[in-house]
């Protein structure tokens, strides 16, 4: 069988399926945005890796490389910030053509570096090889306080699903041929860590549906979008299934849910939107129409190996 | 200019040469066979990546699948052996061709999982994203005791210096269109750490005259090497130059040596070779021929943008 007929999340659990036991300092294994590891006493370690691909992440005859670097960084970071934690350090693994101008390559790293320096994180090591195609692949390291640690697996029935921001701009973007570098929503994250109100949180980066069907899987519960309340500029219809958005997708128990809205406005200024609901496993998984017509919640959302 | 005439050390430096202040958490940061993290008060964390790519690293009509897998994980716990340290927990990032495999892939991941037994790494994450050109990446991470981590920066004038095992076998094999699943001396690391008899400690991933090089620009040294002294198979060229040994290169005082070459292959059987001298800086880099003869230590070592 070919992988791309496969998906990639199917081939990931088929690839992980047989693996040990974890030992007990391993928090959160496979599964969620980042790995979790004991460290010390009232701290956890967070650890992510994410690559940008020349040709499949970005084109660079659309792309700034400048862009290419700063965003390269920046999906890490949210994977830290959907955990509640700040990133740390990180490695860079280059991977490079072998006539690839140097300039090209210095203005990528700028911007790596630029992204760093704005999300606090120290470049501390990293590696160079050449190959066919540039691959700027960045492992990243971060922490989080015991109880501010959030997983995709808290969501509860009864729970309010909510978004920050607004949905679709960034695969509006991409429909239009230009490259957007996320703004991380690591401050908004950190509010809502330390309000420790939201039951479950994960980062919007492969579309809403796709990542509203993680939380379901590892929470073990069902839902129900309402998707003339998902925030989108009027007219988009990338809204459900768009990827690399980066907002964050949360779930807090129902009477939390105003509450949590009014923090993360007063302190960030960002607008969080009811979306959802959570419900029973057995209830199922829905988008409901403004008309209260309930359809099936079929993903399309991004599969990095079928695209 | 283009990357391949730049060389591989020169690009790591002139793209990082500019990175702010380390923090005072950072033990070690770009430089050494892993980034140096502290941690708790008797600890250190270890970090480190390193690639295998198609074409590059490996050409799949000659390596078995699992053998390439095997080797992503070996030169990486290599890295955290050369510290001093043991690998606890790994990420693997994988680039694959969209047309390529399953079993391909499962055979190579099998490989990895053979690996992570062996040298006892848990995966606790990682990324599949499709690509040209298969790729494994890894991202290791380990730990080691305060006082038995072993930098390439320790080397003092005097020191003896030690390769633990033969060279040249790799690369023999290489120009034999064999593909080779490196030992890593693990198990020889750590006797040497625990003694706290060496004084730096590197893997010989990129060649003898390569690694030494570093040891020397890290300590601020000169260093002579005997040649006749360097154990290779008879009629080996290979041993000098040759990359992809990882033995474990090392330095002692000289009062020391004896002694460790003595626990090393006491406790696990593995022969330790006296190679050379350390010198003052103002005394250069030299290899002696068996006649006494010197002549000036030029590296052919492994580049990984110019191969």
Not at 49 to 56: A, L, P, S, Y
Not at 122 to 150: P, T
Not at 228 to 242: C, R, T, Y
């Amino acid at each position: 069988m070919k992988n791309k007929k496969l998906g990639e999340f199917e081939l990931i659990d088929r690839l992980t399926r047989d693996l040990p036991n974890f030992s007990k300092d391993v928090i959160v294994g496979i599964g969620d945005d980042c790995a979790v590891l004991k460290q010390g006493d009232n701290k956890y370690l967070l650890v992510t890796c994410d690559v940008q691909i020349e040709g499949v992440h970005f084109l660079p005859a659309v792309a700034e490389p400048e862009n290419i670097g700063q965003k390269a960084v920046a999906v890490n970071v949210s994977d830290i910030a959907a955990m509640g934690g700040k990133p740390t350090f990180c490695l860079v693994s280059l991977i490079i053509p072998k006539n690839m101008e140097s300039n090209y390559i210095d203005s990528i790293y700028d911007g790596i570096k630029k992204s760093c320096k704005l999300y606090d994180v120290q470049i501390i090591g990293g590696n160079i090889s050449s190959g066919k195609q540039l691959a700027i692949d960045i492992f990243m390291i971060g922490e989080v306080k015991r109880d501010e640690l959030l997983l995709r697996s808290g969501a509860k029935p009864g729970d309010k699903l909510l978004v920050t921001g607004s949905l679709g701009l960034a695969a509006a973007a991409v429909a239009l041929q230009q490259h957007s570098v996320p703004h991380c929503r690591l401050h908004e994250a950190s509010i809502i860590a330390k309000s420790k109100l939201a039951t479950s949180m994960i980062d919007i980066s492969d579309g809403l549906l796709s990542e509203i069907g993680h939380v379901c899987d590892k929470s073990d519960v069902g839902v129900v979008i309402y998707d003339s309340q998902v925030p989108a500029p009027k007219g988009l219809e990338f809204a459900l299934n768009g990827g690399e958005d980066y907002e964050l997708l949360l779930t807090v128990s129902s009477d939390m849910a105003d509450k949590i809205i009014e923090l993360v406005q007063k302190k960030s200024g960002t607008l969080v939107t009811v979306v959802g609901e959570i419900l029973d496993k057995t209830e199922g998984r829905w988008i409901q129409s403004i008309d209260g017509k309930n359809r099936p919640l079929i993903s399309n959302g991004w599969d990095h190996l079928a695209n």
